[in-house]
């Protein structure tokens, strides 16, 4: 992963929040683990005072958990909110797509295909650069449904969303499913382009309920029978 310039950003409390974001999104920073804030400022290059600024920050994203004594961890995984998330995104990412089928410009449809260029499915222990490409396939598909709530709503869940991806990823997957999650991008593609809500709709139904998220949830919850995460 190319490490971003500290000068591009506003304050060194951004420039922190990025990179830590990126750590912890790469896998580099494990869930669970303890954050030793002093090492980790001068791996990167700043303060613990903008670091712990960007810390506060990603606690309220869900990604860090701070105690009262200013001791950091990154957040672990849960079943419950690998369950939250896909029952979430279940809902919203069908009504994404078929909106955008309905709503999608002549710029939407560029950067649509723009985006699914060359777009393959995750492989196991994937790239930061590649859930990148992931999040703005999908971006660009509900970005198109030219509802500002709707898209903030899944884009607040997507950082989420990638820690269960890599975790779900730990199982490498077959060719064959990932030839199918390939097609179903090409079909989201071709239905939303061509206008059709209903079929975008279901394919993205589908897309959900076979999704490295929808995996991630089926493990925890083997992981943790005890604990009641639905029907997933």
Known sequence: MSEPAADLYTTKADYAYVRVKELILSGELLPGSVIAQAQLARGIGISTTPLREA???????GLVELDAHR?????????????????????????????????????DIAAIRAAVEGLKPLPGNPAYEQLVAHRKFHAALYGAAHNDLLIQTLDSLWDKADRYRRFALEI????????????????????VIAGDAESA?????????????????????KLHPGLDTGDV
């Open 55 to 61: 810390l506060r920050r990603l606690k309220s994203e």
């Open 71 to 107: 001791d950091a961890r990154v957040a672990p995984l849960a079943a419950e909110e690998a369950r939250d998330l896909l029952e979430l995104r279940r809902s919203l990412d069908p009504l994404a797509v078929a909106l955008a089928a309905e709503r999608r410009t002549k710029a």
């Open 172 to 191: 490498e997957r077959g060719q064959e499913e990932r030839d199918r999650k390939a097609a179903e991008h090409e079909a989201l593609v071709e239905y």
């Open 201 to 221: 709709a279901a394919v993205m139904r589908e897309h959900i309920d076979t999704s490295l998220g929808a995996q991630a949830a089926w493990r925890l919850r």
